[in-house]
């Protein structure tokens, strides 16, 4: 059953008097510049799976100021977890969707965060993902990545979609690639590397895929300025 979408109602902090959201936003329009913050604060991404690479993606988009952000996932934090993802031993037990935004409200809590506690399929993809412009898989499986992929095509033309393929094992930093599968589909890793005994899914690697994935939407946010 889909978990209706539970949202942290907060104003935008240019809109409070709040001296903590005027510091942080006042911050990020020193690094970042002012137009830009703008049109990263009028950002909507969903991101569907909040392990590896999910988790790190919210992390820096939650950073950098996106506006809204939508986390998607079914799943509790275990043990096997804590090597690559953004959680802390308190988490263990905890629904993915409730740990990672208390994290996020921790960065920024003046953002605007949703969640959907629900496994994604086919019948309640357009339920989980919103009206997000930009939409992050980061599945482990391939055949719910590949789902994912086919059906935001089929429901959401429109979106982009941001993917991530081949980041086990370590080292070979150098053959993580972006490869732009069509104008709204963007693919990060090296499309090979599975997890195997003695080269699983580690954090370093693990977190330069999430890193490239999240660039590609700061990309896509700030308006593809150039070719990635």
Known sequence: MLAAAEKTAVLTPWNTSD???????????????????????????????????????????????????????????????????????EHVGVKKTDALKGFLMKINPFLTYETVTARVTPKNLASCVGDATIIC????????????AREVRCQKPDAYLVSGSGMAGFGKTGLMKVREVSPLFYLCGDSVSAPKPGAGLMAPRVAICSAMMANVVTWLLLGKNGAY
């Open 19 to 89: 001296p903590v959201a005027g510091a942080i936003y006042s911050a990020l329009c020193e690094r970042h510049g002012k137009k830009v913050q703008e049109k990263l604060d009028a950002g909507f991404v969903t991101i569907c799976g909040l392990g590896g690479l999910g988790s790190n993606i919210a992390v820096s988009l939650a950073r950098i100021g996106v506006g809204h952000l939508r986390l998607v996932d079914f799943d509790n934090v275990d043990w096997t977890n804590l090597n690559r993802q953004s959680y802390f031993v």
């Open 137 to 148: 898989e980061a599945f482990d499986k391939a055949d719910q990545k590949a789902m994912l």
